[in-house]
């Protein structure tokens, strides 16, 4: 579904799953070019060290990626189905004040990505994300393996947007 950035930021705000974590969508940049995102510290996420989950760190680093591309690649005309392949993170430190983090897209990515599905029908690209405080001190580390599947690729044809 296309959606304005505006309408999305408020949508994943209070979608569950990110909402009771304490994961908030600050921003999406213009054209769903990046996203800015927050942990917030709270009760509802720390464990028994006082610091953030691991977990919640690693659920809000899970779908940006795939939602930046997807609302792209919707704008351009291509039929995508987009999801996290794979990911890692290494934890550096706990986690006891709120995090945020900045991911973004670039023209060259989004131009490799379109490429790879008109004539691969896929594409499959690792992208870190790097998890601070207001510091800039790092708290973790995440690779993101993001898998885009052209629809209406066919082996034999070629398509046209």
């Known amino acids: 579904m296309k959606v304005s950035e505006r309408t999305l930021k408020w949508v994943m705000r209070f979608y569950p799953p990110l909402f009771f974590q304490r994961i908030w969508v600050e921003q999406f940049h213009p054209d769903f070019r990046g996203v800015d995102v927050k942990i917030k510290h709270s009760l509802l996420n720390r464990n028994y060290n006082a610091s953030i989950f691991g977990g919640t760190i690693y659920a809000a680093s899970d779908p ?38 900045r991911i973004g897209l670039s023209d060259e990515t ?48 070629t398509v046209a947007y």
């Open 110 to 157: 989004i131009e490799a990505a379109k490429q790879a599905l008109d004539t691969a029908g896929k594409f499959i690209h690792k992208f870190p994300i790097t998890i601070v405080d207001k510091k800039g001190e790092v708290y973790a580390k995440v690779i993101n393996e993001v898998y885009v599947r052209n629809l209406k690729y066919t082996e034999h044809s």
């Open 64 to 101: 940006f990626y795939a939602v930046l591309f997807d609302q792209i690649l919707r704008k351009e005309g291509y039929l995508t189905r987009v999801w996290l392949k794979s990911a890692a993170i290494e934890y550096l430190k706990p986690g006891r004040t709120t995090l945020y983090f």
